[in-house]
T-cell receptor, first 114, second 111 residues
Framework: NAGVTQTPKFRILKIGQSMTLQCTQD?????MYWYRQDPGMGLKLIYY???????DKGEVPNGYNVSRSTTEDFPLRLELAAPSQTSVYFC?????????????FGPGTRLTVT | DQQVKQNSPSLSVQEGRISILNCDYT??????FLWYKKYPAEGPTFLISISSIKDKNEDGRFTVFLNKSAKHLSLHIVPSQPGDSAVYFCAAGSNDYKLSFGAGTTVTVRA
């Protein structure tokens, strides 16, 4: 299993541009998450999904959109990039079921908006 | 409102000695707690967890202690090794499968 994969690894965007961060997991996990990590801060939840077709907002959803058309994929869309969105983005997944609270993380995407 | 706090941003310890990382939380609804380890340019990886019905969980060199009345948990690493140098995140969750993370503690193990 490749686990959770994210593309791209790095990206530089100009203010106002848009992009999609890709996330794929091959573990058949129901739950998937998008986090951002700013320097000196913990991970903040942007959006999450409990299964295909179901998504919900986390702590910091403004400026982002998500979709979940399949179990495997959970892309994060930035429509109008702003400098405040400069961050490292992590995708994670977890299987459904009690005792399965561990989240598995991808390697991250480092995004700079200038 | 930060529900999980790691008040020590960094910790330096000599190889072979014990590392103790601390974490405090405010939400009494949290019923499980996890520690993650993160190397630069990589995603966090799960280290150890504990349910709120326990006060201790041990896995090799890693032990997590939970004090529910104080809303405090700690991670003990003994003996500390150079490969333990990383950022450690404390996380807490309840039955909604979402985690709240602390800001992390950077551990440096000196030879």
């Amino acid at each position: 299993n490749a686990g959770v994969t994210q593309t791209p690894k790095f990206r530089i965007l100009k203010i106002g541009q848009s992009m999609t961060l890709q996330c794929t997991q091959d573990m058949n996990h129901n739950y998937m998450y998008w986090y951002r990590q700013d320097p000196g801060m913990g991970l903040k939840l942007i959006y999450y999904s409990v299964g295909a077709g179901i998504t919900d907002k986390g702590e910091v959803p403004n400026g982002y959109n998500v979709s979940r058309s399949t179990t495997e994929d959970f892309p994060l869309r930035l429509e109008l990039a702003a400098p405040s969105q400069t961050s490292v983005y992590f995708c994670a997944s977890t299987p459904l079921g009690w005792g399965s609270n561990e989240q598995y993380f991808g390697p991250g995407t480092r995004l700079t908006v200038t | 409102d930060q529900q999980v706090k790691q008040n020590s941003p960094s910790l330096s310890v000599q190889e072979g000695r014990i590392s103790i990382l601390n974490c405090d939380y405010t939400n009494s609804m949290f019923d499980y707690f996890l520690w993650y380890k993160k190397y630069p340019a990589e995603g966090p990886t799960f280290l150890i967890s504990i349910s709120s019905i326990k006060d201790k969980n041990e896995d090799g060199r890693f032990t997590v202690f939970l004090n529910k009345s104080a809303k405090h948990l700690s991670l003990h690493i003994v003996p500390s090794q150079p490969g333990d140098s990383a950022v450690y995140f404390c996380a807490a969750g309840s039955n909604d499968y979402k985690l709240s993370f602390g800001a992390g503690t950077t551990v440096t193990v000196r030879a």
